[in-house]
């Protein structure tokens, strides 16, 4: 394909154009969140040759999450999905998993990453929706501090409810019902922008994260686009629209190979339109890469494993937050992948015990040197 000019890319932005701006720790070439900097809007900038930068007064202390709020059902398989599938023979699929682990968990993207921001004492607001038997889950998510004034009640739904199976090699396959998330509205942004550090647009109604992703550029919000397995959902051209201007794209392996199907873009694509691109290899580690380097962050060992659900939400929780604390990318990496290894270790998606000074400790031992100061 032609790539189109920087110039021109510039002149066709409406937003944070590129993401490549000098903060404090000059270690993290695309923080976006250090205090005292902000991106000017890319209609104001005069030097292509390079961004400048604006100096404001830090007024943003909130994240807020968009995504899905859900009931998880979680199923474990001793053996392996792959074994009870003829790949020769995909058009006559027929298959079932007897599976001796059921349980019901609380969930959903947005309800996960901001109780792991909770976790890590961050003020967070959460946008989606629940159903008619909601009320508890609010009532959970309040009690844990957590803002849920952009969460709306659907009384003639359900709660969207995922059934989650996971085999012996970590490898899923999920069944969602989307139920109230079927109707929901974006937050409205325009009324809370000057509170909001960051937006995290999860997975949810393929509408409302479309909404929102427009709304975060209108009103110039950064925002991190999270697709997940609705990747397949959205039209190449609303994915690209999605993924320009965004500060970052989080997926996970098998996402990120789907994604760049759909967008019929490169890796290199990817980045003339995003920040930077992370991508999470499960007991891997994440590979971050940027326009001049490839970061990979190892995986923090952990004492057991029980299920692997909702490390993904833990690490995108621990990784933002590194990064509005002004840490560099490898830094930031590694507090998402030290508190993602404690959820791997508890049935469910939501951490009820956790201590930061264990963090801490986890951390150390694994890379050899304390992770900055949370506070």
């Given amino acids: 394909m032609e790539r189109m000019e920087k110039s021109e890319r510039i002149e066709r ?28 809007r890319a209609s104001d900038v005069q030097d292509l040759g390079i961004y400048n930068l604006t100096m404001y007064p830090y007024r943003m202390s909130t994240f807020l999450v968009s995504g899905s709020i859900a009931y998880d059902m979680l199923l474990s398989y001793d053996g392996s999905f792959a074994e009870g599938i003829d790949t020769d023979n995909l058009e006559n699929l027929s298959v079932a998993y007897v599976t001796r682990h059921l349980a019901k968990h609380y969930g959903g993207t947005a309800a996960n990453i901001a109780w792991n921001f909770k976790l890590l004492n961050q003020d967070v607001m959460v946008a989606g929706s629940v159903g008619k038997d909601g009320d508890e889950y609010i009532d959970r998510l309040k009690g844990k501090d957590i803002n849920v004034s952009c969460i709306t009640q659907k009384h003639e739904h359900v709660t969207p ?41 999860s997975p949810h109604s393929t509408t409302s994260m479309m909404q929102t992703v427009s709304l975060c550029q209108e009103h110039e919000i950064p925002y991190v686009f999270d697709p997940g397995q609705q990747i397949l959902q959205f039209s190449r051209d609303d994915l690209r629209r999605m993924v320009d201007g965004s500060n970052s794209v989080i997926v ?35 590979g971050i890469q ?19 659900t ?18 560099d990318i490898k830094e930031a990496g590694r507090l998402g992948a030290t508190i993602a290894s404690f959820v791997v270790e508890c049935e469910g998606t939501q951490l009820e015990e956790f201590l930061l000074d264990d963090l801490y400790e986890r951390a150390e031992k694994t890379y050899g040197q304390k992770l900055s100061s949370l506070s």
């Fill in 310 to 327: 909702g490390a993904g939400d833990a690490f995108r929780a621990g990784f933002v937050t590194g990064l509005s604390k002004g840490w």
């Fill in 161 to 201: 409810t995922a059934i989650i199976g996971t085999d012996s090699n970590e490898r899923q396959i999920t069944f969602f019902h989307p139920g109230a998330d079927l109707e929901t509205e974006p937050p409205a942004l325009e009324a809370i922008k000057d509170k909001l550090s960051y937006v995290l647009v």
């Fill in 13 to 40: 932005r409406s937003l944070y154009s590129i993401i490549m701006i000098f903060p404090f720790n000059r270690l993290n070439p695309l923080n976006p969140f250090h205090p005292s900097y902000c991106l000017k």
């Fill in 252 to 286: 996970n392996s098998y996402e990120w190979t789907m994604l760049c199907d759909s967008l019929e873009w490169t890796q290199s694509d990817v980045l003339e339109h995003a920040g930077f691109i992370v991508v999470t290899h499960g007991e891997h580690g994440v």
């Fill in 290 to 308: 940027t326009q001049d380097e490839s970061i990979v962050v190892e995986a923090v060992p952990t004492k057991k494993l029980v299920n692997p």
